[in-house]
């Protein structure tokens, strides 16, 4: 046989080297299943029960994803922790839309948490329902300890008011006072042993001008952040009541007021009136529009078994308390359980205005006046928030209109037939809201109107 020569081997590598080039291009790459590696795996149908990623496409897998459309822009191999989805937004990226009509709602838009609030974009048109996103501000477990603690204290409080009687002024306030002009003058008709002063001043917000004069050093200490449509409101009048327990046990009855509450009478008439009556003064409502959608704004059986749809109650967040009726709100825990619970729905939820309203008619209806002595005007109401009165409104007249006015005693509305409500006429002793710049046409029929009784 003879020897191949130079040339003969040069020919044939150049027939084999096409051959080669083919075999190298249509072989399959080798797979997880040849390695038992799962990092290296086949793709998979996107149908498929378990879809499997591979760690980068051939060059023919490329050019051909390149032209589909189930995966324009292949994606990295995510670790065996990681899942495919979305992640979730941040918290601090949850939006709520609030009420626009009032001054604390001014910015329609407001971080779930209470922090500052954010920029609205008037471009977007994608802003989700606030019914779907609605996340109310949960406080932190470590808070409501402190709570606790406190109300377990106050609970074992002086159940007897000791002589002199006197009156809990407390102030539930997210802002500066702007009335604390016209109420310097109302408190400083009497001698201070008949009264005290709490404010619940949210720790977040800046006061200025600062508290003075008679609200000077009044802040309770343990003042929290509050947000509508939350149970915080009704944490900080607990608080509220707590301190005034604790503080002074000749405390005997416990008005919870706004910063846009003003006095409709002396101090005098006031503290005759109250200090003269063994009952609360607390509006409780049975039949209320939307009465269901409120119960069930937790969940349609979160209120079970402790508070029956039938049990439910809606009222005024601005009372008057006994104090035995007091310490039993700070003693309470079976209801604050339900009543703590966060609401799926921001447009049913006033906890503050079902709580308090709710637990006085379950545990002593027969204790307290079905009413409210502070006015409000609803059907001027915006946004969840009643009538505002501007500067303008403020003269005699609206005082004196005011004080014609009766109550309205639970569902007996202003004709009510029961024996226990037809014949009392309490006076308004408080009425709201008022525009910050109400303050001088008050201050100028302050002694001639408001205090002269």
């Not at 310490?327 to 009543?339: I, P, S």
């Amino acid at each position: 046989m003879l020897s191949p020569s130079p040339f003969s081997l040069f020919c044939a590598l150049l027939i084999c080297l096409p051959l080669a080039i083919v075999f190298t291009i249509t072989i399959p790459p080798y797979t997880a299943a040849n390695y038992g590696c799962a990092t290296d795996v086949p793709t998979t149908n996107k149908t498929s029960p378990n879809p499997v990623t591979t760690l980068g496409p051939t060059i023919k897998n490329q050019e051909k994803s390149e032209n589909t459309t189930t995966n324009p822009h292949p994606q990295p191999l995510p670790s065996p922790d990681t899942t495919t989805t979305l992640p979730p937004p941040k918290e601090d990226d949850k939006l709520v839309i609030l009420s626009p009509e009032e001054e604390e709602d001014k910015l329609l838009l407001r971080r779930v948490s209470g922090s500052d609030p954010v920029p609205l974009d008037t471009n977007t048109t994608t802003l989700p329902p606030p019914n779907e996103d609605f996340k109310p501000f949960i406080p932190p477990p470590e808070e409501e300890e402190e709570d606790k603690l406190l109300l377990r204290r106050a609970a074992g409080s002086y159940p007897d008011p000791s002589p002199p009687r006197k009156l809990a002024f407390m102030f539930l306030t997210t802002s500066p006072l702007p009335f604390a002009p016209f109420w310097e003058m109302f408190f400083n008709q009497t001698p201070t042993e008949l009264y005290n002063i709490y404010i619940h001043a949210d720790p977040s917000v800046r006061y200025d001008p600062p508290f003075s004069g008679v609200f000077t050093n009044r802040v309770i200490p343990g003042s929290k952040p509050t947000q509508r449509s939350s149970p915080t409101l009704i944490s900080a009048a607990r608080r509220l009541i707590a301190h005034a327990l604790l503080h002074d046990p000749s405390n005997s009855m416990f008005a919870l007021l706004s910063p846009s509450c003003i006095p409709l009478h002396s101090f005098h008439f006031t503290y005759q009136t109250l200090v003269g009556s063994n009952n609360s003064f607390i509006e409780i409502l049975n039949s209320e529009r939307n009465a269901y959608d409120r119960w069930a704004a937790r969940g349609e059986h979160a209120m079970l078994p402790e508070v029956p749809f039938e049990e439910f109650r809606i009222g005024s967040q601005f009372f008057v308390l006994t104090r035995k009726h007091s310490r039993m709100v700070v003693r309470d825990t079976r209801l604050w359980e339900k009543f703590k619970l966060p609401c799926l729905h921001m447009y049913t939820c006033y906890p503050e205005e079902q709580y308090f309203a709710t637990l006085v008619h379950m545990e002593d209806p027969r204790g307290c006046v079905p009413a409210t002595l502070t006015h409000v005007d609803w059907k001027g109401s915006h946004g969840g928030h009643p009538r505002t009165y501007t500067a303008g409104e403020v003269g005699p007249d609206l005082i004196l209109a005011f004080r014609r006015k009766r109550p309205r005693y639970g569902d007996f509305g202003m004709n009510g037939s029961d024996s226990s409500v037809t014949e009392r006429r309490d006076p308004f002793l408080f009425a709201r809201k008022f525009s910050a710049d109400s303050v001088q046409p008050l201050l100028r029929i302050a002694n001639d109107v408001i205090f002269k009784d």
